[in-house]
């Protein structure tokens, strides 16, 4: 295919992502009910959510569905994905990419499972709860409340891919199993501060939470990158 050719096949490709993401999306704001009783589900007991904008509550609608609807169809994004690329590759590298790509998609749903299941619960409680005085309540908004789900999921989810990056960096030589083990207590360290920073709750227990899993999956991209150097 001549370079003129393969931009008509992203377009192509591109378009097909674009339309099936918005039947998704579509889908997605026309069963609010069911679409907002999993988002409203880590939100704790008799915690009540407040709009202050007339326009939010309708934005806010159509960005969880946006959202809603891009999750239900990622798998089919990432297939338009390699499937665009795979022409290019030789078996060996489509193999690889496939292996990336599909480790990388569930170490990022698992990610996102954990904030939603279990971190988000204790921080949006902590700080629903959290006052500097008697005298000042909380009155937690809608957006804020959305804002911080997503966010949270995000980083969670990046932050599980951290063995399929260490991976690819061993497949190309730039990380050694060594230089990880030297370096564990360093990135202890780093690994705490990142957990304090995405659950900013002063509570151990929900620092331990989101520390020790990330913890573990830099113990097994020890493993993996060993397993490359063989």
Not at 111 to 128: D, E, K, T
Not at 170 to 186: E, N, P, Q, S, T
Request: net charge positive.
């Amino acid at each position: 295919m001549t370079f003129w050719e393969h931009l008509d096949e992203l377009r192509r490709r591109l378009w097909y992502v674009l339309l099936v993401a918005v039947v998704a999306a579509v889908g997605c704001f026309c069963f609010k009910d069911a679409l907002f009783t999993v988002v409203m589900y880590p939100k704790p007991e008799g915690m009540r959510l407040i709009n202050v904008e007339l326009t939010q509550q309708f934005l806010t609608h159509m960005r969880v569905a946006l959202w809603g609807g891009l999750l239900i169809v990622s798998p089919y994004i990432l297939y338009q994905m390699f499937a665009f690329v795979a022409p290019g590759l030789y078996a060996v590298e489509r193999r690889m990419a496939l292996r990336a790509v599909g480790s990388g998609y569930l170490l990022f749903l698992g990610g996102v499972a954990l904030n939603y299941f279990i971190i988000f619960p204790f921080a949006v409680r902590f700080l629903g709860e959290y006052q500097v005085s008697d005298e000042v309540q909380n009155t937690i908004t809608l957006s804020s409340y959305i804002s911080m789900l997503g966010v949270m999921s995000l980083l969670m989810g990046l932050l599980f891919e951290l063995p399929v990056v260490c991976w690819l960096l061993a497949k190309i030589g730039v990380l050694k199993a060594d230089f990880m083990k030297r370096y564990r207590r360093h990135a202890i360290v780093v690994i705490v501060i990142l957990g304090a920073i995405i659950t900013p709750t002063g509570d151990p227990f929900t620092l331990a939470l989101v520390s020790v899993p990330i913890y573990l999956l830099w113990e097994l991209s020890i493993l993996i990158v060993k397993r490359v150097e063989k």
